[in-house]
């Protein structure tokens, strides 16, 4: 079964360090999220991107944030300067278009992944 | 805009006891509505989904029913287990392309056998 993949799982950086994470989404979607989840609190939406630009974001997706498709596979988010409060979970997902067979609006999730900034 | 709440937990049980997890939202238009689960460590998962008003969406014996007149999705399930002990959220997603979802707080369950 397709799935959406994450890298890294875990990455530990120093504050004021760039981080890049990384996402596959499943092949023929064609909408791609990012959110986040810090520690035992609830999933909140980062930037949704469709077409090759943002479609929407929240605010905390601010000026340190960017997102980026640099193939037709890869779906990344860069922090350019992180801050302690950017420890969390970063999820990446994916999703077809509404009607189609992935498009009721589910999100497919990747694992994850966690990073903490020291 | 639109949101979701959700019954604060956490909550135990006991195995074989009855779950309820309550969630109401408030959405413009007509939503589709989710339940996803995370078990501990992993990533979110759908459990079950219901795409318009009166529908029933069902998954490992959990249910929930989209009640567009008191604006719920509540979760149950008649006999729970330990192995479903894990973080339960509801979310909605407005009908259109590229919509976000928007996610409830989340309800911690624990099953204890």
């Known amino acids: 079964e397709p799935e959406v993949t994450q890298t890294p799982s875990h990455q530990v950086t120093q504050m004021g360090q760039e981080v890049i994470l990384r996402c596959v989404p499943i092949s023929n979607h064609l909408y791609f999220y990012w959110y986040r989840q810090i520690l035992g609190q609830k999933v909140e939406f980062l930037v949704s991107?469709?077409?090759?630009?943002?479609?929407?974001k929240s605010e905390i997706f601010d000026d340190q944030f960017s997102v980026e498709r640099p193939d037709g596979s890869n779906f990344t988010l860069k922090i350019r300067s992180t801050k302690l409060e950017d420890s969390a979970m970063y999820f990446c997902?994916?999703?077809?278009?509404?009607?189609?067979?992935?498009?009721?609006?589910?999100?497919?999730f990747g694992e994850g992944s966690r990073l903490t900034v020291l | 805009g639109n949101s979701v709440t959700q019954m604060e937990g956490p909550v135990t049980l006991s195995e074989e006891a009855f779950l309820t997890i309550n969630c109401t939202y408030t959405a413009t238009g007509y939503p589709s509505l989710f339940w996803y689960v995370q078990y501990p460590g992993e990533g979110l998962q759908l459990l079950l989904k219901a795409t318009k008003a009166d529908d029933k969406g069902s998954n490992k014996g959990f249910e929930a029913t989209y009640r567009k007149e008191t604006t719920s999705f509540h979760l149950e399930k008649g006999s729970v287990q330990v192995s479903d002990s894990a973080v339960y959220f509801c979310?909605?997603?407005?009908?259109?392309?590229?919509?976000?979802?928007?996610f409830g707080d989340g309800t911690t369950l624990t099953v204890k056998p």
């Open positions: 991107f469709y077409n090759n630009e943002i479609s929407e």
């Open positions: 979310a909605l997603s407005g009908n259109t392309n590229a919509g976000k979802s928007t």
């Open positions: 997902a994916s999703n077809g278009p509404y009607g189609s067979a992935s498009g009721t609006g589910e999100l497919f």
